[in-house]
């Protein structure tokens, strides 16, 4: 198999210096998207997992700066401006009409076809999971959210009220209303599952791509996983928030313990996550790449 000769390490504060006119403009277009994510989605329980994403992210790219260094090529420059030249427009339009899930992955994509141009193809395929993965600071629209939640409230809705019922509590349920003695509790899109399923499923991504990435059948196992577990953590958490309700009113559930189950169930599962993958040590040997003898 052939391989690539590396080249000689690249001088980065000769190379800021010089293109410092593309460093401002890199700037201009990033910083005030991060202001933006930091006020809308990264202050809702859907965005919590942005900030850890993009430090995460900026680790990993960071971690492998020797093998940038070492194989860095220049990339097509047809092909960088391409990719800008898509970027630029759908960008200012984001931004322009508040679209932030647009203007992120605008952003996105300039920052990666200037990377392909002065860091070439080789980097960039070194570098496609930091990439995947930085996919996740994109917000989702609320309109994907609304339909993809609605099944899912529908099925917590009734897990819970069937569960709880079974144990003599006095509740029922109209679509996803459930009503317990005198109260009823809507189950929002917080508590449906998919909110808490982003953020596990990128957290997830990054466990199991750096204890995990040699095994790539068991990773898919692993991430798929994430769906169930992040659907139970929440009909936990929804069971709670009723029996909080009917035991010490509404007050008490929509306040301070409201949001500190959110925060719990998004721990517990992270932590159950972690059960699992340690409960699942055989399948994953199982599913081991075969190594040549005497590796």
Request: net charge positive.
């Given at each position: 198999m052939a391989t690539i000769a590396p080249a000689g390490p690249v001088d980065w504060s000769a190379l800021a210096s010089r293109y410092w006119l593309l460093v401002i403009g890199i700037l201009a277009m990033t910083l005030p998207t991060l202001v933006s994510l930091a006020r809308g989605p990264w202050s809702m329980e859907s965005g919590v997992h942005g900030p850890?994403?993009?430090?995460?992210g900026g680790w990993l790219i960071a971690?492998?700066?020797p093998d940038i260094r070492a194989y860095r090529r220049d990339g097509s420059f047809a092909l960088a401006l391409a990719g800008v030249l898509v970027a630029i427009p759908l960008y200012a339009f984001g931004?322009?009409?508040?679209f932030i899930s647009i203007e992120t992955a605008a952003l996105l994509l300039a920052l990666v076809s200037v990377a392909?141009?002065?860091?070439?193809?080789v980097v960039i395929?070194?570098?496609?999971?930091?990439?995947?993965?930085?996919?996740f600071v994109?917000?989702?629209p609320g309109w994907v959210l609304d339909t993809v939640t609605q099944p899912l409230k529908l099925l917590v809705s009734e897990v819970v009220t069937n569960g709880l019922a079974a144990f003599g509590y006095p509740v029922a349920r109209v679509g996803v209303t459930i009503y317990v003695a005198s109260y009823q509790l809507l189950v929002e899109d917080a508590c449906a599952g998919l909110n808490?399923?982003?953020?596990?499923?990128?957290?997830?991504l990054f466990y199991v791509y750096m204890l995990r990435g040699s095994n790539w059948r068991y990773s898919m196992l692993l991430l798929a996983l994430v769906v169930p577990i992040a659907i139970a953590a929440n009909m936990i958490r929804v069971a709670a928030l009723v029996l909080i309700t009917y035991h010490f009113g509404n007050a008490a559930a929509q306040g301070y313990l409201h949001n500190f189950a959110g925060m719990v169930t998004f721990t517990s599962a992270l932590l159950f996550i972690f059960l699992v993958d340690k409960l699942l040590t055989p399948v994953r040997n199982a599913l081991a790449p075969d190594r040549p003898e005497g590796a």
């Open positions: 850890i994403v993009v430090a995460t971690r492998r700066l931004r322009a009409y508040d392909y141009y002065y860091l070439g193809a395929r070194m570098l496609w999971f930091p990439i995947f993965y930085l996919g994109i917000p989702i808490s399923l982003v953020s596990l499923s990128a957290i997830g």
